[in-house]
Nanobody, 122 residues
Framework: QVQLVESGGGLVQAGGSLRLSCAASGRTFGSYAMGWFRQAPGKEREFVVAISWKGATSYADFAKGRFTISRDNAKNTVYLQMNSLAPEDTAVYYC????????????????WGQGTQVTVSS
């Protein structure tokens, strides 16, 4: 399994931006699809965006036009650029991995990071 470590979370004002990073261990990062999920207090974990091993992407509706996922296979890292943040984006953000193809279903991912807190103030 891949070990994942997220970073980049923090406190930001509404309308601001953050870039989250997820660093993965191992030498086969390029074979993995990577997903970002989030979980707000009292709510279920929800899909944000994912990128396949070939670079195909899929975004949740709320993320389209505001969030961008990218990956750097040389650095074993996936990024989540978040712009125009709103208080409802406040949550713990998790990255996850699975082989090859992306999916919105969190149950299909094999490895998870510990999460990074994003708080957006109004």
């Amino acid at each position: 399994q891949v070990q994942l470590v997220e970073s980049g979370g923090g406190l930001v004002q509404a309308g601001g931006s953050l870039r989250l990073s997820c660093a993965a261990s191992g030498r086969t990062f390029g074979s993995y699809a990577m997903g970002w999920f989030r979980q707000a207090p009292g709510k279920e974990r929800e899909f944000v965006v994912a990128i396949s091993w070939k670079g195909a992407t899929s975004y949740a509706d709320f993320a389209k036009g505001r969030f961008t996922i990218s990956r750097d296979n040389a650095k074993n890292t996936v990024y989540l650029q978040m712009n125009s943040l709103a208080p409802e984006d406040t949550a713990v953000y998790y990255c996850a991995s699975r082989l090859y193809t992306l999916t919105w279903d969190p149950n299909e991912y094999d490895s998870w990071g510990q999460g990074t807190q994003v708080t957006v103030s109004s």
